[in-house]
T-cell receptor, first 119, second 115 residues
Framework: AQTVTQSQPEMSVQEAETVTLSCTYDTSENNYYLFWYKQPPSRQMILVIRQEAYKQQNATENRFSVNFQKAAKSFSLKISDSQLGDTAMYFC????????????????FGKGTKLSVKP | GAVVSQHPSRVICKSGTSVKIECRSL??????MFWYRQFPKQSLMLMATSNEGSKATYEQGVEKDKFLINHASLTLSTLTVTSAHPEDSSFYICSAREESTDTQYFGPGTRLTVL
């Protein structure tokens, strides 16, 4: 069974600084996706970034980037130029991909990291 | 794009009544939708996978007769909590799978309070 571990329950960062959230996972699969979702106080889950395991290039979305280390099963999220609106719970998630291109679709979530951006 | 709505956002009901929650994908079709439950300060717990035109698949420990799921169209799934009790009070979140990117997009959630 797949597991996702987020070892940092809480983190804080000063506005405009950079912060890295860690995520490790355990799987015997070779084809899968990894995601970071954020959940602000509104509780709306928002997709931050998506990585396909077969792609070596790290995904980036504006101020958000990942460091995907497949051999180490590590998928950290870096937030640059942190903004007050980045304050949220951040969840790392794993999803197995079936060989023919579809997927079972089940997301396996970590327990989350609560990030506070301080002015 | 990839917007999912959920209605109602908040509901308070009496013990023993049934409550229906709707989940709609607004700008894409979703063969597969998911229902989660989230307890305070915890991660999301998958309750069931909703497949359009077929029966839902429930996770272990989730009572299918209590949490009725219907996915009658490619843009709508409903979760009905039957004979609700105070222990069913929780935050329920749905998601819809966008097939071209194999990515789940989430609704804003429903806060259910059973008195």
């Amino acid at each position: 069974a797949q597991t996702v571990t987020q070892s940092q329950p809480e983190m804080s960062v000063q506005e405009a600084e950079t912060v890295t959230l860690s995520c490790t996972y355990d799987t015997s699969e070779n084809n899968y996706y990894l995601f970071w979702y954020k959940q602000p106080p509104s509780r709306q889950m928002i997709l931050v970034i998506r990585q396909e395991a077969y792609k070596q290039q790290n995904a980036t979305e504006n101020r958000f980037s990942v460091n995907f280390q497949k051999a180490a099963k590590s998928f950290s999220l870096k937030i640059s130029d942190s903004q007050l609106g980045d304050t949220a719970m951040y969840f790392c998630a794993f999803m197995k991909r079936q060989n023919y291109g579809g997927s079972q679709g089940n997301l396996i979530f970590g327990k989350g990291t609560k990030l506070s951006v301080k002015p | 794009g990839a917007v999912v709505s959920q209605h109602p956002s908040r509901v308070i009901c009496k013990s023993g009544t049934s409550v229906k929650i709707e989940c709609r994908s607004l700008d894409f079709q979703a063969t597969t939708m998911f229902w989660y439950r989230q307890f305070p300060k915890q991660s999301l717990m998958l309750m069931a996978t909703s497949n359009e035109g077929s029966k839902a698949t429930y996770e272990q420990g989730v009572e299918k007769d209590k949490f009725l799921i219907n996915h009658a169209s490619l843009t709508l799934s409903t979760l009905t909590v039957t004979s609700a009790h105070p222990e069913d009070s929780s935050f329920y979140i749905c998601s819809a799978r966008e097939e071209s990117t194999d990515t789940q997009y989430f609704g804003p959630g429903t806060r259910l309070t059973v008195l």
